[in-house]
């Protein structure tokens, strides 16, 4: 059960790494659109794991280990942008979102009866 300070520390964080992609993600990762679909904090809010939905992307590992390679540099435009409301700056660590995939499996499942 994640505390009241997790929560917000998290909507916090993904609402500016969603920002980060957005702005400045055409200079990366090109015309892949990358949503934000979750974000989870230790209770320590020292880490930060970040679920992110990849689209338009051919191959989606790669696109995720180049956001991997960058990840250093999302981790300081997020330090500037709430350095006045956290003291620690959490370790960011990216995975691919996999519920629409999921949910689509379980559908087509259901449609073959």
């Given at each position: ?90 370790e960011l660590n990216f995975y691919i979102d996999d519920t629409m995939d999921y949910a689509q499996k379980i559908n087509e499942l259901l449609n073959k009866k």
């Amino acid at each position: 059960m994640d505390t009241t300070r997790q929560l917000k520390v998290a909507r916090l964080v993904q609402k500016e790494i969603a920002e980060i992609f957005l702005n400045e993600g055409k200079n990366y990762f090109g015309s892949a659109f990358i949503t934000v679909t979750g974000t989870r904090i230790s209770p320590d809010l020292s880490f930060a794991k970040i679920y992110l939905s990849l689209f338009g992307a051919k191959d989606r590992e790669v696109l995720l280990k180049l956001i991997k390679s960058h990840q250093n540099e999302i981790r300081n435009k997020l330090g500037q942008r709430i350095k006045n409301q956290v003291r620690i700056i959490p370790e960011l660590n990216f995975y691919i979102d996999d519920t629409m995939d999921y949910a689509q499996k379980i559908n087509e499942l259901l449609n073959k009866k």
